[in-house]
């Protein structure tokens, strides 16, 4: 840019801003500036209108900018005019708004203010200063980057000052929480600056000073936070000179405590400065010299001095406690300068307060003193705590005793004796004060927490390990005497402590000491067992489970040290004064050995396996020690050492098993009751030592071979062991006898059970009566111990009746005592194995264990429990008659000898006939009976299963009885009854065939009552149920079934069949398949009788299936016939399924024909299209015959029956159709199509025609024998047969099913179908020599094969377009036959929608034909069809033709009917606007030329018809311009302006007629009509031309006729009308102030003075100004906008009032009223001037016009709400 480009632009003024000049683009904060320039000042107004009430919502300060920036004065007021004084007066105002705005700016309000002042004031140009400094705070946002976007800073020269508004804003601290937002910019901005600038120069710092002062002097706390934060950043950053940071320091100070919130802030940022600029002269004197000269000030109050002292005095003790001697420098160097006496005395009065304090230590508050000495107990160094301790043993009474001992435990807690040895005397003081009487003896919690804290100082520890081994040996000795500790010892060790010395030996010695001393202190308590077999913990009494766990403790700790002298010297005193007597030793040895794996840990202490492992060795030691006898008596049945050490041989940890074994191998070759065990586990010893579970299957072994030997001797000495092992668990403790269990888990027999039941039963007991008590180790052993319940023990079931009862005990104990674990009732129940249960001998017990069983599954609650007990059933053999006995009735359940006795009674029951009836047995035990059913019916292990038919059938028959209603329904008992006979006849017999009668017997299956139980039920599942049941028994039994066939296979019929799921229809394959067979088979040939009463049968069964098959679902009824007709054979029974079906088919229904047709496929011979032939023949002809007869006898009363007949002969002829294959159908037609009868043919074609009208798929088989028909039908259409002369009716059938074939099939086929287009060309060729229905027939035909056909259609097009077009074109015929103009027009439309870009030689006749052919069914209905094909071909050639195409044959077509033009110009016009309205911009573009020239000839329509009549000339004309309309909305302004222009001119020339201008205003009106505000971007032009036309018209000035012709008037008072309403509408759509000053000047007295022109009489005169005219002057009142030009027009209009006419009086007066309601309160101004007219009106010589006045002036009164009657 030039320089003088530069100085022009810093001189240019906002207000020649080219924006503001510009209309495509205005700028604005919530809109895009294109679509802002649609925005006009009224919307603009109350968009800002609206923000400044939520504003006010919010602050109602805003209120004082309502009035100069937000009224109806700022909305006219236009800056760029006004005066200096007014725009800084504006600018004022605007700048203070946007100050109070910017708090708010991110709120929607506070934009839709902006956005306002944007609009009407220009900020963005006017006020960037005061903008930018509202937005500055939010320049984050996005909001403000859109202010920014708005503003013109462009050149690189352009500044504004952005620190200025802050400054700004320090003067209205009205609201601080305005402030805040405008504050935190401020703060986070300067010190942003600050923190990135390299080096601050001198003259930054300058600037931001004076800023910095005002802020420290600020009363707005968020002002004095942002100084604060600025200074100390330029504390950090630059250095300042002393006398710069001492007047700030000096002025922080001074200004501190005005702001008591910001305090705490000033002093650090006070500190902040002072730590980094470090001033040398600052603080030596400043405190001192405001305190003298605060002192000595003459007026100064006595009271003052003394309160400042006081508060002077904690400050200066402080002073004096961190910095004593820079203070008494300070002091010192004053001294020396101070001379005036005064001064010396205030100076002294300063010393005091910093020395002992003088008269103020009174003053010193208590609490102070308290809370000094507490903070200093805290303190780092030893030296001030030692201080502080003493003060608190001074001042103690002061304290409570909490208080004192939380705070002394604290210096215990916080004590580093190890590395500060001053903590001692600390501590020694803290412990004398702790331990004084008065402060323990209040509160015994106190005391308690005093030695909980205090004990680990009273115990002497060391952290040198190694001088346990120093001790002396001379002190071993001692350590076996019972006595207290020497001495000399206790001399030695003080000598030691006196002296400093290390005295780790003593104390080692005094803790070996002291545990000999407890050792010898530890006494057993009374209580305590010594003499029992086993110490067991569970037994214990609290004091001996204490003593035996310090036992333990004692054992463990001596133990632990045992490589040392000493520590094996308290070992063995240890085991001289508690365990002297060996088997108390080896009984204590068992409890460490065995005590790990309890799971109730009785003691409460821990045996570690490290522990136990020490334990094991330890006694393998002492055992090795020991004399044989007393081995032998340790070894022995009575001492539990042996049991203990095979526990541990079991163990999961090795090093526990290897020891064990050491253990025993001590113990081998001593005699005694467990030797066998012994030596039989020893040699095994490192088997045991690498696998845990190999001792458990060892003894197995052993005890094994003890059942196999066969010396009694040596038996005995086995089971003697045995019983000894097992005779340890009613002694020892439980989790003892849990280890034993699973060491013995593999040792069955039953010695083994019977030795150990006592147990079951006592445990059992306890679980009973104390279930809290019972212990898991004993919950365990119980479980093991019932795995004694098995195949090897289950002989003393029989025995020992106690065994049974205790096992069945525990079946019934239910209780479960710990979660995770079974209850002992699913573990009794799941050693009922298939082994154990067969292992028992006696029928007795098992009876009694089902019987238990089944007891169990009724009444238990849980379904765990009836889950095993039905797995337990599944898993055991049972003997069918044990079942049989359970499940009698309750009093049939005697114990019976033999199966022979219940053979034998259960004949005599069923001779004696006396069953009890359903209701005399009680629901629990057909809840019962239910149960063992349920587990009957998948039963496999089942002996002797027929032993249950009988009960089966007895069960079956009960429940067929009548029911109590309580009892509910047993169907479910049926069908439960029903599975259990189905599964055993399938398990007598696998293969279905018969069953031995030795086996069972015939007469015992019932199967009539399976038939009953059929009858009597109702629920389909039983029906299922039973007919399986029956088709197995028609194998087994097949004379028992037979006998019930009928019964059967009727029910199946009446029930089942009917049902559509695959379960009944596989029940229904299965009957069919098995009854059948059985029935066939008793047919063996050998006698006729047998074979015809079988032959009945099945007649009888197909029948059953016949008539049940119209139920039986539709996808079901061919699988089912098709299983029976196998199953029967087809080649024997075929024919009676067919005959029957269509027996069926005639007398009852036609559901089944279908099904008939494919039974005939899937088995039938396939010859019967001849006969289908002659039977549909013979039919036809009987039918034409009847018809023949009905027509001769109409008259006469035979009539009637002839007519019946008829109908039921068309209703055979429909079903002998609907038996008809397609295969076959076909072919029977082409036959018929052959016949010599008329009649025939033509049925023949209506049943072809119904069957394509079928929505089917049809094979490609079939589509071929349809599509050689087509020939036929052909020739048919071409009357060109050889000895068949065709009527047209025919014809006509023949070119409709052509058409339906075509549709069907030619889309895939088209080839075929190419002759049939020729041939109805052809036809419609012929034209008039043709019959009427066989053409209409023709040109549907040539539709539909046209569409399909598409591009094959394209030859024909020559040979079919003109001939149609003349078919069309004889209107005449149209009219008279509808039908055949539909068929006309269907043809064209459908040639037209899929040939449209080949049918161009043929458009302009086609278009032609359209518009001839709207005219006509006009005349017929809108609503008719012809008029829809109509529209819709109308559309088609519309939207689918290309301009090029259609445009030409459109200027031609016009040329053709502008001559005869009634009626057509509109059809024709509406093809042209739809096809316009289709095109894209591009071809509108280029085709606008084409469309120009048109449309100019188009319009001077009205000029070449000036005498016609002139509705019906506007109504043409109309048509043409909404035409003209559909291009203008699709041109820019670019295009549309120079075609107004050109039409313009067209109009205006000299040579044009006059005709011309009603013609374009009309069109200018709809054009303004339609653009609205965007029309007047070009209605400037027509201003002078309206304005010199309405006075040209006007017959008040001149008497000349504007028109040369007769209706010279009605052609005036339409040119009038037009341009009325064009102005109008540019005056209601003026939004861009198009009526400027001149424009609205040249048109107002034209328009006012149309009141005078009366043209065309009184009617068209009062129409004409009240529905055109008043209008029009109230709108152009609204559009100039400007009271400048408001009073001409009024006081004009006012005018008026005073002429001659009344009329003319009388339209001023209504235009006046109209002129107030558009102005409304802004016509008040014009009030003044009117009333003068008014009050003349009021008393007018015309009445109406005087009433008029009247009611005029009230209308007013209620517009302006203002009262006039005074005025008159």
């Known amino acids: 840019m030039t320089s003088l480009a530069q100085q022009l632009q810093r001189l240019a003024l906002p207000q020649s801003d080219p924006s503001l000049l510009s209309r495509d683009e205005v700028a604005s904060l919530l809109f895009d500036p294109k679509e802002a320039a649609t925005i006009d000042r009224d919307t603009a107004f109350a968009i800002g209108c609206t923000g400044l009430e939520e504003l006010l919502g919010i602050d109602p300060s805003f209120e004082r900018f309502e009035a100069p920036l937000f009224s109806q004065l700022a909305k006219t007021l236009e800056r760029s005019v006004q005066t200096k004084a007014v725009n800084k007066q504006l600018d004022e105002n605007i700048s203070l708004f946007l100050i109070h705005l910017s708090p708010y700016f991110l709120l929607k309000p506070a934009q839709k203010c902006l956005e306002w002042l944007i609009h009407r004031f220009h900020i963005h140009l006017y006020n960037q200063d005061s903008l930018i400094a509202c937005v500055l705070p939010y320049h984050e946002t996005r909001i403000f980057v859109r202010v920014i976007q708005l503003l013109k800073i462009n050149n690189s020269k352009h500044k504004w000052f952005w620190l200025l508004p802050i400054k700004v804003f320090a003067e209205y601290p009205g609201s601080s929480a305005q402030m805040r937002v405008l504050l935190t910019f401020y703060a986070s901005t300067i010190v942003s600056a600050l923190v990135t600038a390299e080096d601050l120069s001198d003259n930054i710092v300058a600037k931001l000073f004076p800023y910095v002062q005002k802020g420290l002097k600020s009363s707005l706390p968020d002002y004095r936070a942002a100084t604060y934060m600025i200074i100390c950043q330029i504390s950090v950053k630059v250095t300042m000179e002393d006398t710069f940071v001492n007047s700030l320091a000096s002025q922080i100070i001074k200004t501190l405590t005005r702001i008591p919130s910001l305090i705490k802030d000033g002093l650090g940022c006070l500190t902040v400065l002072l730590q980094r600029q470090k001033p040398e002269s600052l603080g030596k004197n400043l405190l001192f010299e405001e305190y003298i000269s605060y002192s000595s000030q003459e007026e100064i109050d006595s009271n003052k001095v003394s309160l400042l002292n006081e508060q002077f005095l904690p400050l200066i003790r402080l002073v004096e406690n961190r910095y004593p001697k820079t203070l008494d420098a300070v002091l010192e160097e004053r001294l020396k300068e101070i001379t005036d006496l005064k001064k010396q005395e205030l100076f002294h009065q300063f010393i005091s307060l910093s020395a002992s304090g003088g008269k103020y230590q009174e003053s010193i508050d208590e609490s102070f003193i308290k809370e000094a000495i507490l903070t200093r107990l805290g303190d780092d160094s030893i030296d001030v705590v030692l201080s502080a301790i003493s003060a608190f043993e001074i001042f103690k009474q002061q304290f409570s005793s909490e208080v004192t001992v939380s705070n002394l435990l604290n210096l215990f807690q916080r004590a580093e004796l190890s590395k500060k040895r001053g903590w001692y005397s600390v501590l020694e003081i803290a412990a004398d004060i702790l331990i004084k009487a008065e402060i323990l003896s209040e509160n015994d919690q106190l005391s308690n927490q005093v030695v909980v804290h205090l004990l680990p100082f009273m115990v002497i520890n060391s952290d040198d390990m190694e001088s346990a081994e120093e001790i002396p040996s001379e002190w071993n000795f001692e350590l076996m005497m019972d006595r207290g500790i020497p001495l000399e010892l206790w001399a030695h060790y003080v000598e030691e402590l006196k002296t400093a010395q290390r005295t780790a030996v003593e104390d080692s010695v005094l803790l070996v000491f002291s545990l000999k001393n407890f050792i010898h202190a530890l006494k057993a308590p009374k209580s305590f067992p010594k003499d029992n077999t086993w110490w067991n913990p569970e037994q214990l009494n609290e004091d001996s489970r204490d003593y035996l766990c310090l036992l333990i403790g004692l054992f463990e700790m001596v133990l632990s040290g045992a490589d040392t002298v000493h520590f094996r010297v308290l070992m063995k005193l240890f085991m001289k004064v508690h365990l002297e007597?060996?088997?108390?030793?080896?009984?204590?040895?068992?409890?460490?050995?065995?005590?790990?794996?309890?799971?109730?840990?009785?003691?409460?202490?821990?045996?570690?396996?490290?522990?136990?492992?020490?334990?094991?060795?330890?006694?393998?030691?002492?055992?090795?020690?020991?004399?044989?006898?007393?081995?032998?008596?340790?070894?022995?049945?009575?001492?539990?050492?042996?049991t203990s050490l095979l526990i541990n041989l079991g163990s999961p940890i090795k090093e526990v098993r290897r020891a064990a074994i050491h253990c025993l191998q001590a113990l081998s070759g001593v005699a005694s009751q467990f030797h066998l065990v012994i030596d039989h586990v020893v040699p095994k010893a490192e088997e045991i030592t690498s696998d845990a579970t190999y001792v458990a299957q060892d003894l197995a072994t052993l005890f094994e071979e003890l059942q196999r030997e066969k010396k009694l001797k040596s038996h005995q000495k086995l089971s003697e062991t045995l019983k000894n092992l097992l005779y340890c668990v009613y002694s020892c403790p439980s989790y003892i006898a849990k280890d034993l269990m699973k060491v013995l888990q593999e040792v069955n027999s039953e010695m083994v059970l019977s030795q150990l039941l006592p147990m079951i039963e006592q445990l059992l007991e306890k679980m009973q009566k104390e279930p809290t008590v019972v212990l898991k180790d004993e919950l365990i052993a119980l479980h093991l111990i019932l795995g004694k319940y098995n195949e090897h023990s289950a002989s003393l079931l029989h025995k020992d009746p106690k065994s049974l009862d205790i096992f069945i005990k525990a079946v019934h104990t239910t209780k479960e005592l710990c979660t995770g674990m079974p209850t002992v009732q699913i573990t009794a129940l799941e050693k009922i194995t298939k082994p154990f249960f067969a292992a028992i001998s006696d029928e007795k017990v098992q009876q009694k264990l089902l019987c238990t069983l089944f007891d169990l599954l009724v009444n238990c609650k849980n379904s765990h429990c009836a889950q095993t007990v039905s797995s337990v059933f599944k898993g055991i053999s049972v003997n069918a008659e044990q079942v049989r006995i359970e499940l009698e009735p309750p009093d049939k359940t005697k114990s019976l000898g033999t199966i022979q006795q219940t053979r034998r009674q259960k004949m005599q029951q069923k001779k004696s006939q006396d069953l009890e009836s359903v209701q005399e047995v009680g629901g629990s035990y057909w809840q019962r009976t239910t149960l063992i059913l349920e587990l009957l019916q998948h039963k496999k292990k089942l002996k002797s299963p027929q032993i249950l038919i009988p009960t089966l059938f007895n069960l079956l028959s009960r429940c067929l009885e009548p029911l109590p209603p309580e009892q509910g329904s047993m169907e479910y008992t049926k069908q439960l009854i029903l599975s259990c006979l189905l599964n055993i006849c399938q398990k007598l017999s696998p293969d279905g065939g018969k069953i031995p009668k030795d086996v069972l017997d015939e007469e015992k299956f019932n199967v009539e009552l399976i038939v009953q139980c059929i009858r009597v039920s109702e629920m389909p599942q039983t029906h299922h149920h039973a007919l399986l049941l029956l088709g197995t028994v028609a194998g087994i039994f097949p004379d028992k079934v037979l006998h019930n066939i009928m019964s059967i296979f009727t029910f199946m019929g009446a029930n089942v069949m009917r049902l559509d799921d695959t379960y009944s229809f596989q029940v229904i394959n299965k009957t069919v398949k098995m009854v059948i067979p059985a029935l066939m088979q008793s047919d063996g040939g050998t006698s006729a009788e047998v074979t015809r009463s079988v032959e009945d049968i099945v007649v009888k069964i197909i029948n059953v299936f016949v008539d049940a098959l119209p139920h039986v679902p539709e996808h079901r009824r061919l699988p089912v016939l098709v299983q029976l007709v196998d199953t029967l054979g087809a080649e024997r029974f075929l024919w009676v399924l067919l005959l029957l079906l269509f027996e069926q088919y005639v007398t009852k229904t036609a559901l089944v024909a279908a099904f008939g047709e494919k039974v005939v496929e899937s088995g039938g011979p396939k010859v019967l299209t001849g006969l289908e032939q002659r039977l549909l023949e013979m039919v036809l002809g009987y039918i034409n015959a009847v018809a023949q007869s009905m027509e001769r006898n109409a008259d006469k009363l035979t009539g009637k029956f002839w007519r019946a007949l008829l109908s039921k002969a068309y209703d055979m002829l429909d079903k002998v159709n609907g038996l008809l294959p397609t295969e076959t159908f076909i072919p029977v037609i082409r036959g018929l199509l052959e016949n010599p009868l008329p009649s025939v043919r033509r049925k023949a074609l209506d049943l072809l025609n119904n069957k394509l009208q079928q929505k089917t798929s049809w094979k490609k088989k079939i589509v071929s024998h349809f599509l050689e028909l087509v020939p036929v039908l052909v020739a048919m259409v071409k009357h060109k047969r050889k000895t068949l002369e065709e009527q047209p009716i025919n014809r006509q059938t023949a070119l409709y099913t052509l058409k339906l074939l075509?549709?069907?099939?030619?889309?895939?086929?088209?080839?075929?179908?190419?002759?049939?287009?020729?041939?109805?060309?052809?036809?419609?060729?012929?034209?008039?020599?043709?019959?009427k229905n066989v053409l209409g027939g023709a040109l549907l035909c040539v539709a539909e094969v046209v569409s399909t056909l598409e591009a094959l259609a394209i030859p024909q097009l020559p040979s079919l377009m003109p001939p149609l077009l003349t078919a069309i074109r004889s209107t005449c015929d149209l009219v008279s036959g509808e039908v055949y103009l539909l068929s006309a027009l269907a043809a064209l439309q459908k040639v037209v929608e899929t040939l449209p870009h080949f049918i161009s030689p043929y458009l302009e006749g086609v278009l032609l034909q359209v518009i001839h052919l709207e005219k006509i069914t006009s005349e017929i209905g809108p609503a008719s069809q012809a008029n829809v094909h109509l529209t819709s071909l109308k559309k088609t050639l519309a939207t689918t033709l290309s301009p090029r195409v259609l445009l030409p044959a459109i200027n031609k077509t016009y040329k053709q009917i502008e001559k005869n033009w009634k009626n057509l110009m509109g059809p024709f016009m509406s093809i042209l606007r739809e096809h316009i309205g289709v095109m894209r911009k591009e071809e509108v573009a280029s085709d606008q030329p084409q469309l120009t020239t048109f449309f100019l000839e188009a319009l001077d329509f009205r000029a070449q018809h000036s005498e016609n009549d002139l509705e019906e000339i506007g109504k043409t004309e109309n048509y043409i311009i909404d035409c003209l309309m559909a291009m203008v909305v699709k041109l820019s302004e670019v295009t549309f302006r120079p075609l107004f222009f050109k039409l313009f001119d067209w109009a205006k020339t000299e040579d044009a007629p006059k005709d011309r201008l009603l013609t374009f205003y009309n069109l200018a009106d709809c054009i303004a009509e339609k653009l609205k505000g965007l029309f007047t971007l070009f209605a400037g032009h027509l201003v002078k031309p309206f304005a010199d036309t309405l006075n040209q018209v006007n017959i008040s000035k001149t008497d000349e006729a504007f028109f040369d012709s007769e209706n010279d008037p009605e052609k005036c008072c339409l040119l009038l009308q037009f341009i009325l309403n064009c102005l109008y509408k540019i005056f209601l759509f003026d939004t861009q102030h198009f009526l400027s000053k001149e424009r609205a000047e040249a048109l107002m007295m034209p328009l006012v003075d149309q009141l005078e022109n009366r043209l065309g009489g009184e009617e068209k005169f009062q129409e004409r100004v009240t529905k055109h005219l008043i209008p029009c002057l109230a709108q152009f009142s609204v559009a100039m906008a400007d009271d400048s030009l408001w009073k001409p027009l009024n006081y004009q209009i006012l005018l008026k009032m005073r002429d001659s006419s009344p009329k003319v009086r009388f339209a001023a007066l209504i235009t006046v009223l109209a002129l107030a309601?558009?102005?409304?309160?802004?016509?008040?101004v014009l009030l003044p001037e009117s009333i003068p007219f008014l009050a003349e009106l009021m008393e007018d010589e015309c009445e109406e016009v005087e009433r008029q006045c009247q009611k005029t002036v009230q209308q007013l009164e209620t517009v302006l709400g203002e009262p006039l009657q005074s005025y008159f």
């Open 1302 to 1331: 075509c549709k069907n099939f030619g889309a895939e086929n088209p080839e075929p179908f190419v002759p049939v287009l020729n041939t109805a060309v052809r036809l419609i060729a012929l034209g008039t020599k043709e019959e």
């Open 581 to 642: 007597d060996v088997f108390q030793l080896f009984k204590f040895f068992s409890v460490l050995w065995t005590y790990g794996s309890s799971l109730s840990n009785p003691l409460n202490c821990r045996v570690t396996t490290v522990l136990q492992t020490q334990a094991l060795y330890v006694g393998c030691a002492t055992l090795s020690s020991q004399k044989a006898q007393c081995r032998h008596q340790l070894a022995s049945a009575s001492s539990p050492v042996v």
């Open 1717 to 1724: 309601e558009k102005l409304r309160e802004n016509y008040i």
